[in-house]
């Protein structure tokens, strides 16, 4: 997958530059909220009770002050994307220890059938191990730039 | 008994299907410690499902992503064939094993 097939998956609506939350709890519930307010998901409580029953398993704290907290649910229609930053970084219990300040959330359903579940999730994880990328990401003001970074136009 | 057996062996599958997501996920370079969690609880459900039931599910499962689905109005929902009534009636009496006379996979009947 080419960055700016990934960069399909956002909307501006799920773009949230300065999130409030201060706990996992609160990021994880701020950004599904996206979500609802979008019509993209009814059933918040479904998608929570997944969202944490995966992190049980493993942190999706992936490190570096980056979230990619992820799965399929019946509630989401479509594979989406939404982006949350929070400025002064949110205890997640990540990896490495450190806060985090940068989230991006993926829902699926259960079958896709394009099969791009994986592929976002990888090329997100791609994407995301470059530091530049994460430093720029901390600085975009507008949707826009944001997706600029995304596709990875200069 | 047999109802019991093919709800443990729903539950099974439900296991394997998170199980592969974790291996999924984890190929991508997300560390997922709590899979052994899951693994001993697959295991101890294995243990309770009788060993010939547990071997056609293991050997369908190479094949299928689903290996036991259910029948809804007289049709199997892994290929979708129309099954015969008769099978219906013998399904739900719950004292054989039925699998699917089009791709074999395994069934259960929810009403
Ligand atoms: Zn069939």
Known sequence: MERAELALFFREGLFLPDMKARTKEEALEELVDLFVREHLVRNRGIVLEMLHKREALGSTGIGKGVAIPHGRTLAAPDIVIAFGRSRQGIEYDAMDGKPVHLFFLVLAPPQDQSNKYLPVLGKLVEMLSEDENCQKLMQVESFQEFIDVVVGEK | ?111
């Open chain 2, 1 to 111: 008994m047999l109802r019991n057996q093919l709800e443990m062996l729903v539950a099974l599958q439900d296991l394997d299907c998170m199980l592969r997501e974790v291996e999924d996920v984890k190929a991508l370079g997300f560390e997922v410690p709590g899979k052994v969690d899951l693994e001993k609880a697959r295991e101890e459900l294995a243990r309770q499902i009788s060993p010939p039931l547990l071997s056609t599910y293991e050997r369908l499962r190479a094949r299928y992503k689903r290996a036991i689905v259910p029948v809804k109005d007289n049709k199997c929902l892994g290929c979708f064939m129309r099954l015969p009534t008769s099978l219906g009636a013998r399904g739900r009496k719950d004292e054989e094993v039925i699998t699917c006379e089009g791709c074999g996979r395994i069934l259960y009947w929810l009403d």
